[in-house]
């Protein structure tokens, strides 16, 4: 008996639909109700000075520059019961895809840094990762969030000198 690859290649395939039924063997209900944010940013666009860094201040890949303090304003917070939290996601352009904030290109514009965020310990705060979560007050306070910024030299590349600037989104999310 001659092998035929075709005759073979047809049974298998007949062999693999096979047919399937299904039943809805339960329900899920989904509930939930859409509010106002719990807080409103005081400011919707926040400038961080990081000020001029001398390039011998980059001794090769990752080492980093003087941190920046920063702050996230926030008014009018409500918390119906005190056990709400808040946390914030930083997102923005990452070519490097090392979580760090790419500064802007072209002529005149510094190459050879990113910007790194660190969170209110100055622990490093990669990109759309979550912050440490902190309480929203109970009733129609402020409440500050605090972070740092800094350059850091990317790997494998000398430091060119020029405008250095960058920019973040940010996202609050209440939990």
Do not use: W
Not at 59 to 75: V, W, Y
Not at 107 to 133: F, K, M, N, W
């Amino acid at each position: 008996m001659k092998f035929s690859p075709v005759i073979y290649l047809l049974s298998s395939m007949s062999l693999s639909f096979t047919s399937y039924t299904m039943a809805a063997d339960g329900q899920i209900n989904f509930t939930g109700t859409l509010e106002e944010s719990k807080c409103t940013p005081i400011y919707s666009t926040i400038s961080v000075p990081l000020g001029s860094i001398g390039v011998d201040t980059f001794t090769g890949a990752a080492s980093t520059s003087e941190k920046r303090a920063f702050d996230i304003a926030l008014k009018d917070c409500t918390s119906n019961d005190g056990n709400l939290k808040v946390s914030v996601t930083f997102t923005g352009s990452d070519g490097n895809n090392n979580n760090y904030l790419d500064t802007a290109s072209g002529s005149g514009h510094a190459t050879g840094v990113e910007i790194v965020l660190y969170d209110a310990d100055q622990e490093v705060l990669p990109l759309r990762q979550e912050s440490d979560q902190v309480i929203v007050p109970e009733a129609g306070g402020n409440l500050t969030l605090s972070f740092f910024a800094g350059y850091r030299q990317t790997s494998g590349n000398a430091v060119i000198p020029g405008l250095a600037n960058g920019m973040a989104a940010f996202t609050l999310t209440y939990l």
